[in-house]
């Protein structure tokens, strides 16, 4: 017999994922539902000699969805062959809001489900100036009702007993009206088998995914014949059960003077102030991502030398051979590019999670509205975007809490211009290859350019959403609405949970294809087509007689390595890459950090040093590149390969171009379209590749 | 009868009671988070600019930010 499903159903802000987490004391894995990217939340629980799944349902305020996360709610709840179809529905409420609570329970009990009630964040019943008496809630519900505090475990043990109670038939509810009876009495054609209310549930929705096309086309041409649409329908059963609710509630819950409002309030006078609200959010802005590189930056130069130390340890451990070389070269190298990242990504994540956990991210969204609506952005895309500067992966799922399709659709389109956490790698690698260490008046140059990166992104998202803006057509109108919730301590369970659940999508996405490609450049650039690879100290010698000692071993390497499989698809597109000032070792690693923009660095370390004995105990890894780097001789040009023009061209290429896998993976995912995913990455590399043309013609 | 206004035109700190909406333009989500006719509201917030405007709405004791555009379809008396 399969588990009994408990399904946690509720309005955001209820503390929903704190309860879950009490519940299935963390035993819960973050996966997708089929299909689409909306984050699954599934846990287990042993209670006695039985397992639970439970399962964390988006939040929501009715059955009717206005986004990807509420639809599923729905599908989950309205169909009985749906996967998670829930034996027990837990409806959880907080104090402050029951009508829209109870609105919601009502709707899964009419559409026949199981469900008992929950208050959680009951100790602040009294800090809102409420009193609830729970006999008269009760039977106006006819379910019990538990209270719970998930911050600090009150009233789990009891609940938990609850996932076994089933409350039986719930009558009455929800009063349709004559003003439907007509297009009800057809309806009842469509769907024999369902109740009235079930019925009303399917008439009233704009699509329903998990029912046949025809039976779709058939409701939406009843609708038609009656001159409805969905959206009356849900606004007359909203309206209705507003009013019915809060006259039924009147003497169940009495309220007076709500504390925890008037502290919100104080704080919002200056969070929300039109001056120093602005002040307030630039300075946690760059605070935080002074904290960001900051934290960070000890962390991941601790990470950098114990992975040298480790490679360099393993190769005197390990025989001499292509075998040791996999494993130094190719495999540890290229964990060694997943690991350096977990810092930034885990601080970044630290950061949103206590923004978002305090209540803050609300408050960005209504300061930001107003300066992203003319891109075609809502004040929602502030998080996405703001979280690109992290990974763009994250982010674009982020994208998925606004309303609009047009408004999702473009700040996915551009979110992956933000300056991610990859590129700073490369920027870091390049600025300091081709940009002066001097200052100019009293500013560093090299920072100066890499903040004119940082600012470049954004002026590169907005620009796009703005073109784009005009081009793409809008099936819904825009629009936004969005709750302020009270201020909150963060509750750490949550922040801790939501830090691991990014950053393990990062080791295990993205970093997957990172570890993948270190191994397939390795292996591509240590064997060749011909005998010019494995013979190659014949040929040297037979066009340079000359040559001996460390000078022959340089030469035969750097022929080695044009003739393995790497050089070769490097000098294929060293034509397309020429004009960007480009030669075709760089073309290497433009072709290899197409699946993740850090592979550069890594590429440009295996191109450099494969057939070199690099000694890794005696300098630094990166000296060791940096200065090799400075040596290299465009064979085209004559020029030094990295020279202000063909750096400043690689620099914007990098800024521009859609080079990572990983993003493009979720855009398709999230986009559920491949011409949504390959416009964008052509756009992408088209802007890119334009700018460092230009950059390239002008400097050089 | 009172007169009735556009929303959008309250000063910050201004009480008002929603008299109608025009269903036409404004999204169900709005009737979902407790803005529906008969419903008491105070201006709390407005983002400079014509930027969202946060709204006490009375009875749920809620925050909700809306925007000037769908404000405008809003209808209030005092």
């Not at chain 1, 369902?194 to 995914?209: M, N, R």
């Not at chain 1, 329908?233 to 809060?246: A, G, N, Y």
């Not at chain 1, 010019?532 to 022929?559: C, D, M, R, T, W």
């Not at chain 1, 200065?627 to 521009?656: C, D, K």
Request: aromatic share 10%; glycine share 8%.
């Amino acid at each position: 017999m399969t588990n009994p499903i408990i399904a946690l159903l509720g309005n955001p802000n209820v503390g929903k994922t704190s309860l879950f987490n009490r519940i299935t004391k963390l035993h819960q894995k973050v996966g997708n539902y089929p299909g689409i990217t909306v984050e699954k939340r599934e846990g287990t629980l042993k209670s006695g000699n039985k397992t639970y799944t439970i399962v964390d349902l988006p939040g929501t305020y009715t059955l009717f969805p206005t986004s990807l996360d509420e639809e599923i709610v729905f599908n989950t709840l309205a169909d009985k062959s749906n996967k998670f179809y829930p034996d027990l529905v837990v409806v959880v409420a907080e104090p402050n809001n029951l009508t829209r609570s109870i609105i919601l329970y009502q709707q899964a009990r009419e559409l026949g489900l199981q469900a008992i009630f929950v208050i959680n964040m009951i100790d602040e019943v009294a800090a809102k100036g409420l009193d609830i008496d729970y006999n008269k809630l009760e039977s106006y519900l006819q379910c019990h009702v538990y209270t719970t505090d998930a911050r600090n475990g009150k009233g789990i043990k009891e609940l938990i007993r609850a996932f076994d109670d089933r409350p039986g038939t719930y009558t009455g509810g929800f009063n349709i009206g004559s003003d439907y009876a007509t297009i009800m009495e057809e309806a009842k054609g469509l769907f024999p088998l369902l109740t009235e209310y079930q019925t009303w549930q399917f008439v009233a929705q704009d699509k329903i995914s998990f029912l046949s096309k025809e039976l779709n086309d058939a409701i939406l041409a009843l609708r038609a014949k009656h001159q409805l649409t969905a959206s009356n329908l849900q606004k007359h059963e909203v309206v209705r059960r507003h009013k019915t609710v809060d006259k039924n509630t009147e003497a169940i819950i009495s309220k007076i003077e709500n504390k925890h409002l008037t502290k919100t309030n104080v704080i919002d006078k200056y969070l929300l102030h039109p001056v120093f609200g602005y002040i307030v959010f630039f300075l946690i802005l760059f605070f935080t991502f002074q904290l960001v590189f900051t934290l960070s930056t000890p962390i991941m130069d601790w990470i950098d030398e114990n992975f040298s130390a480790l490679i360099a340890y393993t190769s005197t451990v390990l025989p001499d051979g292509p075998i040791s070389d996999l494993i130094t070269q190719g495999l540890l190298a290229g964990i060694g590019g997943i690991v350096i990242f977990i810092p930034q990504i885990a601080i970044l994540f630290l950061l949103v999670s206590l923004m978002e956990e305090t209540g803050y991210m609300s408050r960005v969204v209504f300061l930001m509205d107003r300066w992203l609506r003319p891109y075609g952005l809502n004040g929602k895309s502030v998080i996405p975007l703001i979280s690109g500067i992290g990974c763009a992966v994250p982010a674009i799922m982020s994208a998925r809490n606004i309303e609009n399709t047009k408004e999702r659709l473009l700040t996915m389109l551009v979110t992956p211009f933000m300056t991610c956490a990859a590129r700073l790698p490369i920027y870091i690698v390049l600025i300091g290859l081709v940009i002066p260490d001097e200052t100019f008046m009293g500013i560093g140059l090299q920072g100066l350019v890499l903040t004119l990166l940082y600012v470049l992104g954004v002026v590169a998202a907005l620009v796009s959403a703005w073109g784009l803006n005009l081009v793409i057509k809008s099936e819904h109108k825009s629009f936004l609405i969005f709750e302020l919730p009270s201020y909150k301590t963060p509750d750490w369970k949550n922040v801790i949970t939501n830090i691991w659940d990014k950053t393990s999508s990062f080791i295990f996405g993205a970093g997957k294809i990172i570890l993948a490609m270190s191994v397939i450049l390795w292996v591509l650039g240590s064997f060749g087509p011909n005998d010019k690879f494995s013979e190659a100290q014949k040929y040297v010698q037979q066009a340079n007689p000359i040559l001996e000692g460390a000078h022959l071993e340089e030469k035969i390497a750097s022929f080695k390595l044009e003739h393995s499989f790497l050089g070769y698809i490097g000098m294929g597109i060293e034509p397309l890459v020429e004009p960007l000032g480009y030669d075709w070792k760089m073309g290497i690693g433009l072709v290899s950090s197409f699946a993740a923009r850090e592979v550069f660095v890594a590429t440009m370390a295996t191109v450099y040093s494969l057939g070199e004995n690099v000694d890794i105990e005696d300098e630094g890894q990166r000296e060791t590149l940096l200065s090799r780097m400075r040596s290299e001789i465009n064979r085209n040009t004559g020029l030094p390969a990295y020279n202000l023009a063909s750096g400043v061209s690689l620099l914007l290429f990098y800024a521009f171009a859609m080079q990572c896998m990983s993003t493009i993976a979720t855009v398709k995912r999230e986009t559920g379209s491949w011409k949504w995913t390959i416009f964008q990455t052509v756009m992408m590399t088209g802007v890119a590749y334009i700018f460092a043309f230009i950059a390239y013609q002008t400097l050089k | 009868m009172q007169e009735s206004f556009r929303l959008d035109i309250l000063k910050v700190g201004e009480v008002a009671t929603i008299r109608t909406i025009d269903e036409a333009v404004v999204p169900s989500k709005f009737f979902e988070l407790g803005l529906l006719p008969g419903t008491t509201v105070e201006i709390k917030h407005k983002a400079p600019f014509s930027g969202p405007i946060g709204l006490h709405i009375h009875n749920s004791n809620t925050l909700v930010a809306i925007r000037k555009s769908e404000a405008i379809h809003i209808f209030v008396s005092k």
